[in-house]
């Protein structure tokens, strides 16, 4: 089969290395693709939300199964374009239409999601800019720290957390009235704080059928000790240890079970991976959020993890039959850490030389924000590359990935050298 992976970070190379080890794969395409994803793959220069080009694209490879890494695709109905498309519509796309890819585009739209099926989360409210007051008068009610979203997509920004009750009020406004995060805080939830340490756990679903994949944690601080601003994540572990059998049982019981069971009794067909953020609070689960796709660096501890034939999953998602197909996951312990360029999250320079990739051994090294310039490969974005190791501990994984950074240069490269700081 030719397979087309939309995207070009560490979480689509993880995806593009492990799809090569298939023996049912053919040609692996990724548009538009990173240098690591171009050693083992045909990168396609487009842009993963240009249609047109991806329609392009997958008539002219014969591509027989698009697999979408990000949520801006989704988020836009990339899967609804290909069933609306005559020449399309029998390729399987492994992601959500836009109906469930709405559990990650709108807070509000999950929020009432998780209400309607009795699926634990926080309790909230939603506000516009014509309830602005009595968004304000809401927060005089709940206790510090307060919780507001921006109801749609902002990179991962869109959420703030507060202490004191006037800047809420004050970036409540911001929000609704002044569009500090343009449309997508056109609506703002409000929710409760909830206590407890944070995981995510993994699902890939054919819209009735479902595997519960292992479960991660990541770090997305850009300092130590879980300071300083949000990134898109540093670094992750998996399994998580604190998310033994009991727990990952109760997550099943009342939040996997009825997410799907919710999907289907709202008629929505969800074909792909669901990433349910969590709140364990002493062995009680909370959702703190759905992405509809999966995390980023958490694929990269995840995925290596995944023993069975991925190509074999996905077709189970494809036909249907996902109860049919069996995954299997090596018990070991992955970690990731990830390279960043010097300022991210903030402002960085590109185009950076890097050596000694080609020296690790004792890691899998994907590549994030790379690009193959002549043969020599540049750094081409904040996140650079993810060093994965496998141990029978956290330790002895951490070590690997560490001991293998070690070797790897660019200019103003930057880690964080405690990931795994509060597990091990
Ligand atoms: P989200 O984009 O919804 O995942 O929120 C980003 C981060 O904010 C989460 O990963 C949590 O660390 C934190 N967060 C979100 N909602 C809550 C909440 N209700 N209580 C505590 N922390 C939260
Ligand atoms: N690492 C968090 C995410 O992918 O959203």
Request: net charge positive.
């Given at each position: 089969m030719n397979i087309l992976i939309l995207g070009s970070g560490g979480r689509e190379h993880a995806f593009a290395l492990k799809l090569s080890?298939?023996?049912?794969?053919s040609t692996l395409f990724v548009a538009p693709g990173n240098a690591g994803t171009a050693e083992i793959a045909k990168n396609i220069s487009?842009?993963?939300?240009?249609f047109n080009a991806i329609k392009e694209c997958v008539v002219s490879h014969a591509i027989e199964m698009v697999v979408v890494g990000p949520e801006a695709p989704l988020v836009a109905g990339v899967h609804d374009f290909f069933l609306s498309d005559a020449q399309l519509k029998h390729i399987p796309v492994i992601g959500p239409k836009e109906d469930g890819a709405q559990l990650e585009g709108s807070k509000d739209f999950s929020k009432q999601f998780m209400e309607r099926h009795d699926i634990p989360t926080a309790k909230y409210r939603t506000f516009t800019k014509e309830t602005l007051i009595e968004g304000k008068n809401f927060l005089t009610t709940l206790k510090p720290p307060y919780v507001l979203k921006a109801?749609?997509?902002?990179?991962?920004?869109g959420v703030l957390i507060l202490n004191s009750l006037n800047e809420a009020q004050f970036e409540l406004e911001e929000m609704l009235?002044?569009?500090?995060?343009?449309?997508?805080?056109s609506r703002v939830v409000i929710e409760e704080f909830l206590k407890g340490i944070e995981l995510s756990v993994f699902v890939l679903t054919d819209g009735k059928n479902y595997k519960i994949l292992p479960s991660a944690k990541d770090y997305?601080?850009?300092?130590?000790?879980?300071?300083g601003l949000n990134t898109g994540g540093m670094g992750a572990i998996s399994?998580?240890?604190?998310?033994d059998k009991d727990f990952i049982d109760k997550v099943e019981e009342l939040v996997v079970k009825p997410t799907i069971n919710g999907l289907q009794k709202d008629g929505i067909d969800y074909r792909g991976f669901i990433f349910i953020g969590l709140m364990n609070d002493n062995g009680n689960p909370s959702v703190v959020e759905y992405n509809v796709r999966m995390g980023d660096p958490e694929t990269e501890v995840v995925i290596p993890r995944i023993d069975s034939d991925l190509l074999e999953l996905f077709q189970g998602v494809a036909n249907q039959n996902l109860d049919e197909k069996s995954i299997s996951i090596n018990p070991k312990t992955a970690t990731t850490v990830m390279l960043v360029s010097g300022g991210y999250p903030e402002a960085y320079e590109k185009e950076k030389e890097i050596s000694?990739?080609?020296?690790?051994?004792d890691s899998i090294v994907y590549h994030a924000g790379t690009i193959n310039d002549n043969d020599q490969i540049l750094t081409n974005g904040g996140r650079v590359l993810a060093v994965t190791s496998f141990g029978n501990t956290i330790e002895e994984a951490l070590q690997k990935s560490y001991s293998s950074i070690n070797n790897i240069h660019f200019d103003k490269m930057n880690y964080r050298k405690d990931i795994g700081f509060d597990l091990v």
């Open positions: 080890q298939s023996n049912k794969v487009i842009n993963p939300t240009d109801d749609g997509l902002a990179a991962g920004k009235s002044n569009e500090k995060f343009g449309n997508a805080s997305k601080r850009i300092g130590e000790g879980d300071k399994p998580v240890p604190f998310a000694g990739i080609s020296t690790i051994n």
